[in-house]
């Protein structure tokens, strides 16, 4: 049973958000965070729980305001302090599409081609189609911009981050034989990319309402990251900084989500990205609360409550680990409670919202 959500008066505070996240505020409870909510999960609860008619993103600006509102109205609804969205530069990149079994949607699944990539040598390179931002369509940034309700914030970033478009672009197998046999071939894409995110930084950076900067580039896996710590320190960290410098010359926070394992390269996403907060949790990998003990006096913890218990525990369980969350990381402060990584299909939408519920309890 549900006690707290939906709000029916939400009072969200982005500076507030903020302000607990860099250390400058203390919190009785810590503040919600999310990085994303899959549409399977989000379409039930925009339609049975906030009683919203749900429309689908569309190809007209009508469709797409419907959408946009409601998609304001679940974060808002749901007890967040802010709105995160993100959509990206529109990479020609080979993808293997499969149906979602996860998904009640019927959702097709796209996955990157691990092996055969759209740049494979330079002339692949010189004739790849890479894509303008001045064709790039910025309208939902700004209509969320401009319609955020009053204490509420956008976070945003472009969607994938450098590693991963490269990775996609070359694939990752290819990335990982470039990089022996031709890294200037590496560097022209990974500089290609970066460049260009350069210039979408730029614009999301002009919009009014926006409070951090919050990408997502997965570099690891289970025990360490996808390429050696010394290849992402020359093809990748560089342009993490600059976006981080670029945020941090705003006034504003530089938050990173990223999968797996990073202790090899953790100080230097510390020390010289000098990101303000880590993302993505895995408790085989370690647990949010071991890694606040470690790195929680330097930069906040978004996040840790495992997607294994999410998709596969019991409502109960999903409360459990919520409240020892807000009890250890919370306690200490710099803190926000969701999932460890993001809310996928499968996820039932009853665990996510016992965790929400929890949260706000």
């Known amino acids: 049973m549900l006690h707290n959500i939906p709000l029916p008066h939400p009072r969200p505070n982005a500076k507030r958000f903020i302000d607990v996240l860099m250390g400058r505020e203390k919190s009785a409870r810590p503040p919600l965070v999310e990085y994303l909510v899959d549409v399977a999960v989000m379409k039930p609860i925009v339609t049975k729980l906030l009683g919203l008619e749900w429309v689908d993103y569309g190809t007209t600006r009508e469709s797409q305001k419907v959408y946009l509102d409601n998609f304001i109205s679940f974060w808002r609804r749901m007890g967040y302090d802010f709105v995160r969205f993100e959509q990206g530069l529109p990479f020609p990149e080979k993808q293997i599409l499969a149906f979602d079994e996860t998904s009640a949607l019927g959702q097709q699944r796209a996955w990157a081609d691990e092996h055969h990539g759209r740049i494979q040598n330079w002339q692949d390179f010189e004739l790849y189609a890479w894509p303008k931002i001045e064709e790039m369509d910025f309208f939902p940034f700004e209509y969320l911009s401009r319609n955020m309700p009053e204490g509420m914030g956008l976070i945003t970033c472009h969607a994938g981050g450098v590693f ?47 409070v951090a ?7 690891g896996f289970k025990t360490g990251p996808l390429i050696s710590p010394a290849d992402l320190r020359t093809f990748i960290l560089p342009w993490h900084k600059k976006f981080g410098a670029m945020t941090h010359n705003r006034g504003l926070p530089y938050f990173l989500h990223s999968c797996g394992n990073l202790e090899s390269i953790m100080e230097d996403l510390i020390e010289d990205v000098r990101i303000d907060g880590k993302h993505s949790f895995e408790d085989t990998i370690i647990p949010a609360q071991n ?23 019991s409502e109960e369980d999903v409360r459990r680990r919520t409240r020892l969350l807000i009890e250890v990381c919370g306690g200490r402060g710099r803190y926000a409670v969701g999932s460890g990584n993001s809310i996928p299909s499968y996820v039932p939408a009853q665990n996510y919202l016992a965790m929400i519920d929890e949260a706000l309890g």
């Open 164 to 210: 991963e478009h490269l990775s996609w672009i070359m694939s990752y197998e290819g990335l990982c034989l470039a990089l022996k046999e031709d890294p200037a071939l590496v560097k022209a894409v990974s500089d290609r990319i970066g460049g260009l995110m350069i210039d979408f930084y730029g614009h999301l950076l002009d919009l009014d309402s926006v």
């Open 213 to 219: 900067i919050f990408p997502g580039d997965d570099m």
């Open 291 to 313: 890694f606040q003990a470690r790195y929680g006096s330097r930069i906040a913890v978004l996040g840790g409550l495992d997607v294994n218990i999410l998709s596969a525990g």
